[in-house]
């Protein structure tokens, strides 16, 4: 079979600086959703017990602050690899091949929708699924709205001087509302699709290692295949 | 206890270990108000050095034996309602006067003497003069305060407690977090909602650099607990709640639908996964 | 004999621990006898009344014989000792000693003389001008004087330990104080005199006469003296199941069905039934006797509520308690209820039979003919794989292919849809059902327990009727494809048509049930919101005029009937692959293991 010629061929998808950027969101996420949730839970025993295990108030908040700050800083160092991206390596920030929605991606729901009827073929992704994109931007933008309404309710005396202080209290709601959204996309959409799927169950490793397989590449995402790969065929 | 019950119970141990599952017990506690003294309560509790005539006065001291069935408000009259607080102030001096300088002495002369169901409280309906403990933390004290208050102010005390102050302060025990008598005054118990420089001279204990509108922060927003006629807290509490409503709902919408998309998703595979698994 | 320390002390202090878990701990016969609750000897005391009368001072002894024994000298001083004042004394000696021959005796022979005596001695000591420190204990008899003695405020204040019977006698003393006149215990209730008067010869008779007022009585000893609690019995009786009543049955207080008076009302504030305090004319009804009926589980004791007309929401017919059968789909008391039941179980059990007799028609292991040989191969060849690793491959169909359906998601996901939408609502049910079974066997006062049971409960109404809605969708969907679609590949048979219609008209009924539950027993909407196809339901059939507390009766045994059916019918229809598939999937899975 053609696809067993690229079994063992080895390319890379995602560069150090991505692996490093997801590894880091993956601590500080974690550590946001438990140091956030303990606070909004906190008249169950385990959230007690957790906050006293990060030294009380004080440590858990602390905690809390450092990982949205790392957080965001992290965001920063990505938005400053894609301007180095544009301006330097002269990539397309838009696109096929890029994050950034396209009319295309509709297209995919709809025939992956025919897929799951079974009425069709799944569809031909191209480098980033649409789900994919949805991981991406819901963090890029979810990120915005936490750390806003974080920023709020971290500071309520100066922006009580900008907006009426109610505003504090939908920030909090907001922020709330927000977190249970991440946290519930995350534990189940992220990790079912990447992970939990039977063709890559039960890791996927690429986001660490960064390397894929030509065949992974061609069957998950034969659009970026067809256009990259496709003088090798 | 016999050999079934001695298995039974076995087996409940086990089953409750496994879940974590709390039975309720029926404790009988002789309530604050009953006519009888618990001395094992007593004995440890603030006023224990104290006999029972420093506070209550001889049984003839009006005259007439205490147990007293002619009296026209025999077993009628409300214990809490009829005792002299005048008494507490012989030691209690200070709280006794920044309780009458206070709201719940000013509700207390409006209310009608027999109102039984709407009246103020006094010192003794907060107290419990015979088991308060003495010498407790401010964490401890917090806490109690918290129910304490929370009797009669149910929607303020569940607000609070959802609040970050109630969560750090009552739910985890922080004590740089403000309790309820760190805003409305120890015995004054003062409302904040009329005066905003009232208000925010009480922000301004923890938060020095507050302006005047970081006062609109609502705290208690539950809309049980706001009178109908404050306008401008409704207003905001209803904006908030639309707000929150509108997120709650978004929420909602985009977990279902990215649940639904994920689940279809992984029965399609799984499917073709065994489809091609009985090919091979 | 020292009582103090001696054995007789600790026999009383068994005795109050286990008192707690309700165990009639004392037979107060004729002479003093304390019955050890753990080796139930009788501990003969009756030397003690000779020597008690002769001025022996006992302290610290909590014995409810000396209930008995209240006429002596001694008793008295236990109650000084306890700071009970006189008064109490004298009424509880007019009134607890249960009179026994030989005291009869000591009634008709002694008193008489002895006041003679007394009084002849009083007179003595007037003419001398002294008065007695206390008056002779026979003397109290008679309505002697009250002797005031200064009183300490914690003579009465005092909290009593209720947990012992010493604690027990003064509480019931300090009640009776007033409780036992009949003039100082009228009390106006809605405008009606009702009298709240109690004595000891109708107390005394209950089976708690040995518990203190304030035991039950939690909230009276207060100003103002009045109860709003009522009376409670769960701070030492847990509740009991279905096995007697219905669920339903969790908003009725127990005295409801476990008191005497017949006059029953709904308390529109907690929406619990409870006993009424007027009878049918209005007039005040007096529950001071304490009195308890003497079988709860006679028809007779039900039909106070269950009537034509009555007011508190009830069927009128009472119904049997639902079988264990059917906790398949709910919470179920360990009984066969109606007799239908045990049809149903016996046809059910000579299907199985019939199907065995089937499966060992063929050969096992090559052996043809010999029925006993066939099961002694068969047995023998489960048996080894029990015990040996092959159980980890039946372990892995079970999970894989029984219980997620590992090979119908396989042949299509359509199928495996439709077919779960039924099967694991019904898994759930079960599941849901048995482990409220086990739970509340277990420890019927848990939480988890009682939610589990109660059919208004948020959650359980909520995860009921969704489970149903599952099968009836599930059922649908079936239908749409046997009647409506007709693919190929499907051929519907008889056998078909019968299971579908089967728990079609059983998922039917049971939520028409809910509804009429729902509507006659008049819950509150946002209780009954829960139940979100039962309450719709409900609020249709108010629409209409009909009687459903009587129609009632008719649809759950109908329910009950298709319930039945359905059991008996599981060996003989289509319904016989829930036994078969999994089988034919273990047999291949072992016999593909061997061919490996």
Known sequence: ?233 | MNTRTCCKRGLLFIVLLVMGAGSVCARIMPDQSTWFVDMKRFSQAAHTGLSCEACHGTMKEDGRLHPDPERPDFLQSAAKRVYDYARCKKCHAKAYERYLAGEHATAMEKTPQDAIKTYAPTCGDCHSSHYDPAHLSRVEIGKRMTEVCGVCHVAQKESYLENYHGKAAVNLGYDKAAYCTDCHGAHTCKSLKNDKTVALNVCHRCHPKASEDFTEFVIHYDEKGIAEKDDEKNRYVSRIHLVSALSLIFVILMLCAFYSHTFLLMLRKIHEKLRRHDGE | MQFGGGPGFRACQTASVAFRSDKHFVESSTNFKLVEPHTHQAKDFSGFQTRARSGFAVSGCHCPPFRNACKNRASRSWLDAYGVEPPYKCKSLQLIPRKTDSMKKITYVLIPTLCVLAVSLLAFLSMRDEVPVSAPAEALETPAPVVTQERVCLDCHRYPNVNTNEGVLTSQAQCYECHLEKKRSLRKMDKRTLSLQVTPDTFDKNPHQYVACIQCHTDVARSPHKTVAGAQCRSCHGVHGEGTAHDPHLRVACQACHRKSEFVRLDPEDHQIKLAHTDDKGQAVALTDHALPDDVQEEKACQKCHNTGNKVGAPVAVLPSKSFLCIICHNAPLAMGHFIFWIALLVFIFGMFVMLRFWFQGSVQGEEESMHRKIVLSSEAVWETLFSRKILHILKVFFFDILLQRRILKESVGRWSMHSLIYVAILFRFLLSFFGFLHFSLNPESSWALALLDKNHGFTAFIYDLLGLFILAGIAWVMIQRFILKPVHVKTEIEDNVTVALVAILILLGFGLEGMRIEITNIPPDMAAYSFVGYPIAYLLSLSQWDWAGLYAYVWYAHALAAATFVAYLPYGKLRHVFNVPLTYFLEEIAGEKRR
């Open chain 1, 1 to 233: 079979m053609e696809s067993n010629r690229y079994e063992n061929q080895i390319c890379v998808r995602f560069c150090v600086l991505h692996r490093l950027l997801h590894i880091g969101v993956m601590i500080t996420f974690t550590l946001l959703a438990v140091t956030g949730f303990a606070l909004k839970f906190s008249t169950e025993t385990w959230a007690q017990g957790l906050i006293s295990f990060m030294g009380g108030v004080p440590g858990a908040g602390w905690l809390h602050r450092v990982s949205a700050a790392m957080f965001y800083l992290i965001v920063m160092a990505h938005l400053v690899w894609l301007g180095y991206y544009k301006l330097v390596l002269k990539g397309h920030l838009t696109g096929p091949h890029s994050l950034f929605p396209q009319i295309k991606d509709f297209q995919d729901l709809c025939q992956n929708f025919r897929y799951i009827f079974g009425k069709g073929e799944p569809p031909l992704f191209n480098r980033f699924s649409y789900l994919e994109k949805v991981d991406y931007w819901a963090v890029l933008l979810g990120m915005q709205s936490m750390g806003i309404t974080g920023l709020l309710m971290g500071y309520p005396e100066f922006f009580s001087t900008l907006f009426p202080g109610y505003v504090i209290n939908i920030a909090n709601d907001l922020h709330f509302h927000e977190a249970v959204l991440a946290v519930g996309y995350i534990a189940v959409v992220h990790m079912s699709a990447t992970h939990l799927i039977p063709e890559v169950f039960p890791l996927e490793k690429s986001i660490f290692t960064g390397k894929t397989t030509k065949a992974k590449i061609m069957k998950d995402h034969p659009g970026e295949w067809n256009s990259l790969y496709a003088d090798e065929k």
